[in-house]
């Protein structure tokens, strides 16, 4: 989608700028603000999904997008995680009275924001964008939560990405355990071969070595054997 920002007036823009600068500040409880100084006119979320709901646990990606007749006309949202909602279609758009009738220029985005997060807890179902979301919640709530959840975690709970990554979200890089040889990579595995019968003949060596121990500890134990029997007949 096209930024906007050249069709918004320089006042309109100032009052946008000031009021993401504070939601950066002093954000919303659950909610985390990801800030363009590219495009103030985008403006990119993360929503922790709310306890007590199918959501709990996961981190759900937003966008709100403001239009060119923003604050006149509300903004537009998007989920960029995907999620199983009543008021969410299958594209992301989000489905919710402050985003259309009930817009008032001077709600501001911390309201549409905590509106999304409270749509989270308390569906919709007669503005459904979903129908089966919508239809399961009316008629089997234990369906549609075991949906809900199972999205959940398979799309809120991996990291994946839709806004900027915070450096500290989503899986940190694995370590190989255990295994030199994956530590070091190719060339440390081909190391034994490169040093071609010097490597063998250690191997050979420590082998033959065990071998010797084990065969002394044989011979000991078997003349030890012979000694008590010939005592034994001299008695």
């Known amino acids: 989608m096209n930024s906007n920002v050249e069709n918004l007036p320089p006042h309109v823009l100032r009052l946008v ?3 993401v600068s504070a939601l950066a500040a002093d954000p919303p ?3 985390k603000i990801y800030p363009s100084e590219e495009d103030i006119t985008e403006l990119h979320t993360a929503i922790e999904g709310p ?3 199918p959501f709990a646990g996961g981190i759900f990606r937003m966008r709100l997008v403001l239009g060119k007749d923003f604050p006149a006309g509300p903004p537009k949202g998007y989920f960029l995680t995907k999620i199983f909602h009543p008021n969410v279609g299958h594209k992301g758009e989000i489905c919710v009275n402050v985003l259309k009738r009930d817009w008032k220029a001077e709600l501001g985005l911390r ?4 509106t999304i997060k409270c749509l989270l807890i308390h569906p919709n179902p007669e503005s459904a964008l979903n129908e089966e979301a919508g ?3 009316l008629e089997d709530y234990a369906e549609y939560e075991s949906r809900a959840r199972l999205l959940t975690e398979i799309h809120a709970m991996g990291g994946t990405s839709g806004a900027p990554q915070d450096p500290n979200d989503g899986p940190q890089p694995k370590k190989h355990a255990g295994d030199p040889m994956k530590r070091a990579g190719p060339s440390a595995a081909s190391v034994p071969a490169a040093l071609g019968n010097g490597a063998n003949g250690a191997s050979t060596t420590t082998s033959n070595s065990n071998s010797s121990s084990s065969s002394s500890t044989n011979n000991v134990a078997g003349k030890k054997k012979a000694d008590k029997k010939r005592a034994l007949r001299r008695l």
């Open 17 to 19: 700028y000031k009021e």
């Open 29 to 31: 409880e659950g909610i």
């Open 51 to 53: 306890e007590g709901t």
């Open 111 to 114: 309201h549409v924001l905590l």
């Open 135 to 137: 239809r399961l919640l």
